[in-house]
């Protein structure tokens, strides 16, 4: 007997290939139900081996969705982004330690203060994405000035105060730690501005600067190789990446 089922399905068998002597119209939730449930089990084992062979898939289904997040806020202002690089600072600096956030340097306010090992220290300013470095003109945009000074300044303050500083927290900080200034998009960057940004920052060897494409770009071939390929994205879609070497750790 054929029927419809408003399953979004466009057949189910309800009963087992047996002759019509054995049919029993009764057994068939049963037998339907058993059908289903043997394919879902014979699904799950299928992905269990390949989980086995790919045991990252989960972490980069959570890495790519935590991706995507991240680039959906570089459309507003510096503070939701702030907030959530505060709780995945991991996207700033790969290596972090341990980390501060509005750390004091006096009357001026670190957005962040990464620790990494063996005890090296770097101090960020994060401008909001909509900012824009350079003017039409080529010329460096107040706000981008504002920025580095800022960091300049923790710098002055950390070799005025360093002992205060180390009693605040950051022990063994040095007097010429480095910097990071995170400001604007990469679209609105023209070649010339490129090398402008390469010229100052050869100017101060502690000094860098990134747009967010920068960090996001980092961020990903940081998670990629560790990971593996993080591209590929769907609706019920389960995409697993098999290494030559063998899956005892990671590649």
Not at 63 to 84: C, D, I, M
Not at 181 to 188: F, L, Q, T
Not at 198 to 204: A, D, H, P, Y
Not at 217 to 237: D, K, Q, S
């Amino acid at each position: 007997m054929l029927i419809t089922l408003p399953v979004g399905w466009r057949t189910i068998e309800v009963y087992p290939p047996l002759g019509d002597e054995y049919w029993r119209p009764e057994y068939a939730p049963l037998w339907a139900e058993m059908d289903i449930l043997a394919s879902i089990a014979q699904g799950n084992l299928r992905d269990t081996g390949f989980k086995a062979l790919d045991p990252r898939v989960e972490t980069r289904k959570r890495y790519a969705a935590l991706l995507a997040e991240f680039e959906a806020l570089l459309e507003g202002l510096e503070e939701p982004v702030h907030q959530f690089l505060k709780l995945h600072p991991e996207l700033l600096n790969q290596t972090v330690e341990r980390y501060w956030s509005k750390f004091p340097f006096g009357d001026r306010v670190s957005d962040f203060v990464f620790r990494e090992p063996p005890g090296e220290y770097e101090l960020v300013e994060i401008e909001a994405p909509i900012r824009e470095l350079f003017r039409k003109d080529g010329q460096q945009r107040q706000e981008l000035t504002h920025a580095i000074h800022q960091t300049e300044d923790w710098i002055q303050y950390i070799a005025d105060n360093k002992k205060k500083v180390e009693e605040d927290g950051l022990v063994g900080i040095s007097t010429s730690a480095r910097t990071l200034v995170v400001i604007g998009r990469s679209a609105s960057l023209t070649d010339a501005n490129r090398r402008k940004l390469v010229t100052l920052q050869e100017r101060q060897p502690r000094l860098r600067i990134f747009t967010y494409d920068d960090v996001l770009v980092r961020a990903c071939a940081n998670l990629e190789r560790l990971l593996g390929p993080m591209g590929f994205t769907g609706h019920n879609i389960e995409v697993y990446f098999f290494s030559p070497g063998g899956t005892s750790g990671l590649p």
